[in-house]
């Protein structure tokens, strides 16, 4: 019997995603402390600051990212495929804001070095943070954001926004 209840309380936890991914802070600074969060990820839900109080900025669902706490289709705001970040649910190539290669973030449907926005990163210094660079640089003052934790593409994108760096 209680063998059946912890069996199916499993499945029911796993199917709601009561064991969800551990949140993601962002910070601006290499210091990484607590009071300086400017925005964090926890449960799909990108709020301001570090704690529960925030506004919500976006909902990630997937690969979709909404404007505010909704997951409306009228407030989609933006839908990642195969790493390419597009306006809305648009599946036409001009509406691609931002492309992912290989851990690299780039202005458009485009993988040319001129159109290199950011390079993501782990940080040497600190385990399970990883950082976000200008450009092709990797050198320590050009990191633009520093995320603790382990964020999903479209969590990376959807940070990154709530920041003001996409």
């Known amino acids: 019997m209680i063998r059946t209840i912890v069996v199916v309380l499993c499945v029911v936890m ?30 799909g839900l990108v709020r301001k600051g570090n ?21 409306f289709s009228s407030d989609l705001a933006y839908t990642l495929r195969d790493g390419k970040l597009s306006i809305g ?15 690299r973030i780039y202005v458009g449907d ?3 070095l001129l159109d290199l926005a ?10 399970g943070v990883v950082c976000v660079y200008k450009g092709n640089s990797i050198s320590s003052f050009d ?3 520093y995320l603790q934790g382990e964020p999903s593409q479209a969590e990376i994108f959807a940070l990154l926004l709530t920041m003001g760096l996409l």
């Open 14 to 43: 796993g199917s709601t995603g009561a064991w969800a991914q551990a949140p993601t802070y962002a910070y601006s600074d290499s210091q990484l402390w607590w009071s300086e969060v400017e925005c964090h990820v926890e449960d």
């Open 51 to 71: 704690n529960w109080m925030g506004k919500v900025e976006y909902t990630v669902r997937g690969g979709k990212i909404f404007m505010g706490l909704s997951s």
């Open 89 to 103: 649910d648009s599946f036409f190539t001009d509406a691609i804001s931002y492309s992912m290669v290989e851990n």
């Open 110 to 112: 485009s993988s040319f």
């Open 118 to 127: 950011y390079t993501i990163s782990p940080d040497g210094r600190n385990r």
């Open 143 to 145: 990191v633009v954001a």
